[in-house]
């Protein structure tokens, strides 16, 4: 199809703002598990923010075909007089009792979005298809 200068920029916005619907991703069940250990909470909600926003939808409990993300261990909270509170933590990832795989983060308490990100992304890669 030919489209006329002045009606290409109409039908590429038209299609771009349309993509989206076509395209939605698949809502991705998660159950996250309350990071252990002393003053996590700012990390905790950063989490839950995160695993909130589509394409996630984030259980109350975990179910069948449910993502889970716990923490096997406690987070390492060190406090520095300069660079702030930063944490380093092990995240696993299963789905009906079998390992999907695991994740080291690490991130302070200015670029908590570091973590949360790279959960958000690990959650995407371990139910990608194979």
Do not use: H, W
Not at 103 to 127: F, M, R
Request: aromatic fraction near 6%.
């Amino acid at each position: 199809m030919v489209y006329g200068p002045m009606l290409r920029p109409v039908v590429l916005f038209t299609a771009l703002s349309l993509s989206p619907c076509l395209a939605q991703e698949q809502a991705i069940s998660v159950y996250f598990e309350p990071l252990q250990g002393r003053d996590v909470a700012p990390l905790n909600n950063a989490i839950m923010a995160a695993l909130a926003q589509p394409p996630f939808r984030l259980e109350m409990k975990p179910g069948p075909q449910t993502i889970v993300i716990s923490a096997p261990g406690k987070v390492e909270v060190e406090k520095k007089r300069v660079s702030g509170t930063s944490y380093n933590f092990t995240i696993e990832f299963s789905r009906d009792r079998s390992s999907l795989g695991r994740s080291e983060q690490a991130c302070g308490e200015q670029t908590l979005s570091e973590c949360t990100d790279q959960i958000v992304l690990d959650v995407k890669s371990v139910t990608a298809p194979r």
